[in-house]
């Protein structure tokens, strides 16, 4: 009996198997024979075209320093950015709010109309040194010695002309309130025969304060305003004064006042600016001395000084006739 275990056209369909369904005619000489023959695409070498890179591990505290860093060099740019920034519009709020400078105002005097410069000496003011020199110039010395003289002659005019200008004239320093009108402030550091003082107009509260800068002590009374002009009249007089354009009523008005005992205890009723002012000094009420409160005698202390200042209209001077009793009350000697 035979038995057939293999067909006939078998070993034909396996040899039509075995070829591979795509060949690679191109590198068909260089294959590996253990690659996959049905592979589409050759193995590439990953090494030649890419580059790779090791990143170091970060430690968590760098990055917090690192933020921290970071951080406090914006808070502090943003600081100072904001610092000019605020300086800068405040300086110029206080320069368009606050007008400030120094005018030489003249003493009362019988002219009105008192020359700068004397007709003495105007007289004798030296001429040019090279017309001195035209004149002698025979030897070196005695150009020297006119040239020397002439200089003599010119610091001893100026120094004249100092002392004329300190008898006629006496200087304040003006600070002015222009954007709301409720301050000024008036440096008369040397008033004729009087002490250094400081005025404080308050048009707030309607009140002058006078601080005694070598005494130490301050004194409030009623602000007049028909002496006082408002800061904005104030600035124009100072204006046309300057310009030539005004010329001022000099004329001296003198008032006796009297300090009240004991000192103001309430400071805020001066108000901010004179309690700015009189900070760590007494302040005294003035009273105005005439024949009513007196009884027509009037004690003065010996020795008292006045304090004068310009606001505006004449020349006012206050006379503080017990200035010394204030003085002991304040523990200060008067200079």
């Given at each position: ?5 293999k ?32 592979a ?6 990953m ?18 320093l ?8 914006l ?17 110029r ?85 222009l ?26 509260v ?48 003198r008032?006796?006042m ?35 409160n ?42």
């Amino acid at each position: 009996m035979t038995v057939i275990t293999k067909a006939i056209g078998e070993k034909k369909l396996a040899d039509k198997m075995e070829r591979p369904l795509v060949t690679d005619t191109e590198n068909s000489g260089n294959r590996d024979p253990k690659a996959d023959p049905e592979a589409q695409h050759p193995p590439r070498d990953m090494a030649g075209h890419y580059l790779i890179l090791r990143r170091p591990h970060l430690n968590p505290h760098s990055m917090t320093l690192y933020c921290l860093i970071f951080t406090s060099l914006l808070g502090m740019s943003l600081g100072v950015l904001g610092g000019v920034c605020i300086y800068r519009r405040y300086a110029r709020e206080q320069m368009h709010r606050f007008r400030t400078g120094w005018y030489s105002i003249p003493y009362e005097r019988s002219d009105n109309k008192m020359p700068f410069v004397s007709d003495e000496l105007s007289a004798g003011l030296p001429g040019d040194t090279d017309f001195f020199k035209s004149l002698a110039r025979d030897t070196e010395q005695e150009a020297l010695v006119l040239d020397k003289s002439a200089q003599t002659n010119i610091r001893d005019f100026l120094q004249q002309q100092s002392k004329i200008f300190s008898k006629n004239f006496f200087r304040e320093y003006f600070e002015i309130d222009l954007e709301n009108e409720r301050y000024e402030r008036i440096d008369v550091p040397d008033f004729r025969d009087g002490r250094q003082g400081r005025f404080i107009h308050d048009f707030n509260v309607n009140l002058t304060g006078i601080i005694d800068l070598s005494g130490h002590c301050c004194f409030v009374m009623p602000l007049n305003r028909d002496r006082v002009l408002l800061p904005r009249n104030m600035y124009d007089l100072l204006n046309k004064m300057y310009n030539g354009y005004y010329e001022l009523n000099t004329e001296v008005i003198r008032k006796t006042m009297r300090a009240v005992f004991p000192a103001i205890e309430d400071r805020e009723s001066v108000g901010t600016y004179i309690g700015r002012e009189c900070e760590n000094m007494p302040i005294y009420q003035l009273e105005k001395i005439n024949s009513t409160n007196t009884g027509g005698m009037v004690k003065r202390s010996i020795g008292g000084d006045v304090f004068g200042h310009f606001a505006g209209s004449n020349i006012v001077e206050y006379d503080i006739i017990n200035i010394n009793e204030v003085q002991k009350k304040s523990g200060m000697n008067i200079n």
